[in-house]
């Protein structure tokens, strides 16, 4: 960016995109040479790395067995098998990119509810830090280059952009974006607590079959449409009336990319 977001950032995300339009991205760092930087063998390790990986919790803490550790599959109804890790996150990159050449589509495809590639999918990796941001960037006009495609992959890389925005807006803002009423303090919505409203709208019972079917997706799979978050949480809000933290919370707890700036 051309300015410090921790103490500036336009309220709006066309202005922070139209005044960093010639930002350079900088290149991706390259791959280390095997053993520049060896890791510290168990018995030098340093008290801060020795206590992260001490206080790292494993699966067994939140009551996994050693065989459902490793028979652990996505449920038969997600529509993509999300499994962890940078190799995992690569893949499914190349895949949505240069085996199916789905980024060409994107641009048509990208708000619809289900199925495997109208979207690249690559939050998961995104959210934990699996994936890294500029190599998903520096594809996408790697991808043009060959295929062309630019409307779609303009379309693409703008959610990029929009994903570093709400980051540079919730570092900026701090605490303030879990008010009540949120950073521009909007309390004309004068929230409700209704809890069975909530569980309702949770367990996908609201009587309202999109909302309910969208909803029982997250609940089975983890995973839910961009277009398809912001269905729910709109009528969770504005027509339920709930306090939207309520619905941020569960998100949380059920998203398998969940990412709080996000």
């Known amino acids: 960016m051309s300015y410090d977001a921790y103490t500036y950032l336009p309220k ?3 202005r922070m995109k139209i005044e960093n339009e010639n ?7 390259p791959t280390p040479v095997k053993k ?3 890791f510290p063998s168990a018995d030098s390790q340093c008290d801060l790395i020795k206590s992260g990986v001490e206080s790292m919790p494993k699966l067994a803490d939140f009551g996994f067995t050693p065989e459902e550790v490793t028979h652990a599959q996505s449920p038969k109804k997600a529509g993509y098998d999300f499994r962890g890790g940078e190799e995992n996150g690569l893949r499914r990159l190349e895949d949505f990119l240069f085996v199916t050449k789905s980024l060409g589509t994107y641009g048509k495809t990208r708000n619809q509810l289900d199925g495997l590639n109208f979207a690249s999918k690559l939050s998961p990796w995104l959210s934990n830090g699996s994936l ?14 060959q295929y062309g495609h630019a409307d779609s992959v303009k379309s693409f890389v703008n959610e990029l952009f929009w ?3 709400s980051t540079f807006w919730c570092l900026k803002n701090g605490n303030s974006v879990f008010f009540e009423y949120g950073v521009p303090n909007r309390d004309h919505y004068k929230w409700q607590t209704d809890l069975n409203t909530v569980r309702k709208w949770r367990e996908g019972q609201t009587g309202m079959p999109l909302i309910d079917a969208l909803m029982r997706e997250m609940n089975e799979t983890g995973y839910m449409s961009n277009r398809g978050r912001q269905i729910v949480a709109s009528y969770l809000t504005l027509d339920l009336k709930q306090d939207w933290r309520f619905g941020a919370h569960y998100f949380e707890e059920r998203l398998v990319d969940h990412d709080v700036t996000q």
């Open 132 to 145: 890294s941001v500029r190599k998903v960037y520096f594809d996408a006009y790697s991808f043009e280059e």
């Open 23 to 29: 930002v350079e991205i900088r290149d991706l760092l």
């Open 12 to 14: 709006v995300y066309t």
């Open 36 to 38: 520049d930087l060896p």
């Open 163 to 165: 994903r570093d925005f």
